[in-house]
């Protein structure tokens, strides 16, 4: 399945495989990772500068020279700004880091180049500045954020030429702030506080792709969701659905995020291939109203 990322007219696959765990592979290992990615139609890889210090990038790009894949066969985005102990969106930084990233990934050019965690002392000025040189240089097509608020990208976006593509938030099953205010409004919950300001529809409204990153996880401190024991009644209803839809539960949980009209694409970053494979199955299904629902409230979330 295919989507226009944000307002820059490629054609990219919903699913994207993110490459964080790359650098643990050999690289026969990482180009069977990319070749089953090409198997299920996933042209898209997401990066990151800090991925195993660089391994990574690294990483992929033996796996492209053994596959004597094309650069035009793929659409590549990293990201940066962060720093040991700090964020830096300095134009210095992000001008350097693209140089080491275009390095380790042996590319000419990347398509996205998204800004990664907020930067407090971000001016805005100066990374418009750089965005404009990299730009004009050909090392960068389009823009994008990771784990911005709304006023963040207005500001950021207030110096830009073109609109940012893409912002990059945790979405899933069992972290759903994107979702929860809105489903409150006007209630007297803690459901119902604004969170985010309402991201999600800000990038509907704004064409800005969102990108959903660790669609299995519950957070970064208690791991993913799948057989957790907090979570045994949102497995079961994953799985009642799986058996049903005759897929993974992988593809479930990913079909749960592709459901959602804001058309977000998901990022798994899962490096064994047949759970590649089975996490493509999200492809050939959609979920219905009462499913979709059923899911979000077996999380332990509730309607007014």
């Not at 090409?38 to 796996?63: K, L, M, N, T, W």
């Not at 994953?238 to 839809?245: G, H, I, T």
């Not at 047949?274 to 493509?280: G, S």
Request: proline residues 4%.
């Amino acid at each position: 399945m295919k989507q226009t990322l944000g307002q820059t007219g490629l054609e990219v696959s919903r699913i994207a495989l993110g490459y964080m765990r790359m650098a643990t592979l050999t690289p026969q290992e990482a180009a069977k990772v990319l070749d089953a990615a090409a198997q299920v139609g996933i042209d898209f890889f997401d990066h990151a500068d800090i991925y195993g210090g660089g391994e990574s990038e690294r990483r992929f790009a033996q796996a492209c020279k053994l596959l004597g894949r094309k650069r035009e066969e793929r659409f590549l985005q990293s990201k940066c700004g962060i720093r040991k102990g700090y964020f830096d969106f300095s134009k210095e930084h992000i001008i350097s880091s693209v140089e080491g990233i275009l390095s380790r990934l042996e590319t000419d050019y990347l398509d996205v180049l998204a800004l990664h965690r907020p930067d407090a002392l971000m001016e805005a000025e100066e990374v418009a500045e750089a965005f404009y040189q990299l730009k004009k240089a050909g090392k960068v097509r389009h823009f994008g954020v990771s784990n911005q608020n709304i006023y963040q990208m207005e500001l950021l976006q207030s110096y830009l030429e073109a609109p940012l593509a893409v912002n990059q938030l945790q979405f899933s099953p069992a972290h759903t702030p994107l979702l929860d205010a809105g489903l409150h409004v006007n209630m007297k919950e803690d459901a119902a506080t604004m969170r985010d300001g309402g991201l999600l529809d800000y990038c509907q409204l704004k064409n800005i792709t969102v990108q959903a990153w660790s669609p299995f996880l519950i957070s970064l401190q208690k791991g993913i969701f799948i057989d957790h024991p907090d979570y045994e009644a949102l497995n079961q209803a994953v799985a009642d659905l799986a058996a049903q839809y005759n897929v993974s539960c992988e593809a479930i949980i990913v079909a749960w995020i592709m459901r959602h009209p804001a058309n977000i694409q998901t990022i798994v970053g899962s490096m064994n291939p047949e759970r590649i494979q089975k996490i493509a199955q999200a492809g050939t299904i959609q979920l219905t109203r009462p499913e979709w629902y059923r899911i979000y409230q077996k999380a332990g979330n509730t309607l007014p």
